[in-house]
């Protein structure tokens, strides 16, 4: 059977842009430390460069090192944008981040700010340009706490203008704001969608949690809690949904004695015979 034009077009990804990798490996290696996400990011990025999300949402951005990761495969695809929030309390004090980004400075490609004088959205935005992704990485310097009541509407969050293909929550791995963030997230979820919990898989509770709550949904078990703050449209909803979904939960634990060292990966897809997202098939 010979391969459609469209096809053919999808035989081979764009080339990585080995300028723009060696500089964010440099960046990578300096900063990624400090959240433990010099590994993860580069996952992501793979994940992201592979399955080609066009929306993707960051809860906690930190440093940048993964929302830069990201946004450069999103640049590298041609298409997709990652929306990364996060209010800045963890860096209130210029001091405290000036000495986090200090082995920044003087890296080829970056310029030489004067990292003492940044502020926590002036660093993110200076990382943005000076890495080139500002067109595939959009950064809301705000507070979103799914764990209350919130106009989760497209008019007040731009990124619900689309479905949403990944989540990377890197603010909390406990049962609640897992739970909470599954419940606001899922109605507006594409069919695939992947969510990375940082640091839940070396966490007893988080990983005991979610060992639980795969199994539980996999039975088309919904969360009490979720029932408890749905109107009856969306008790429809998150019933159907977990009805027609599979959860899967990978472990992505490093072999590292620090704090963060772990993230887990629940990946939710259609309960279909195909493969998701949807690719070309073979028939033998």
Known sequence: MSATPRQKAQESSHPADATAMALLTEVRNRIGPVYGSETISLLLYALARRERP???????????????????????????????IDDGSHWQDRAKLAQAIAPLRGVAGLGSPDVGALDYPGFVSAMTKSLGVGG??????????????????????????????????DINHTPEPILDTLYYVLPHAAPCLSLFVDSASTSAVGYLFLETLVERLNRGKVPWRWMQRADVATRRLLVDLVATRRFTLVHLVERLNRAQNSTAWVRIEPADHMPHPPAAMKWV
């Not at 949402?57 to 993964?66: I, K």
């Not at 946004?71 to 041609?78: D, F, R, S, T, V």
């Not at 705000?142 to 008019?155: I, P």
């Open 54 to 84: 066009r929306n993707v949402l960051e809860l906690g951005t930190g440093l940048g090192v993964s929302a830069s990761m990201i946004a450069q495969a999103l640049k590298e695809n041609g298409a997709g944008r990652i929306w990364t």
């Open 136 to 169: 595939h990485l959009t950064f809301l310097h705000e507070r979103l706490d799914l764990g209350v009541d919130v106009d989760f509407t497209s008019a007040r969050w731009p990124f619900l203008a689309e479905p949403i293909d990944m989540v990377f929550l």
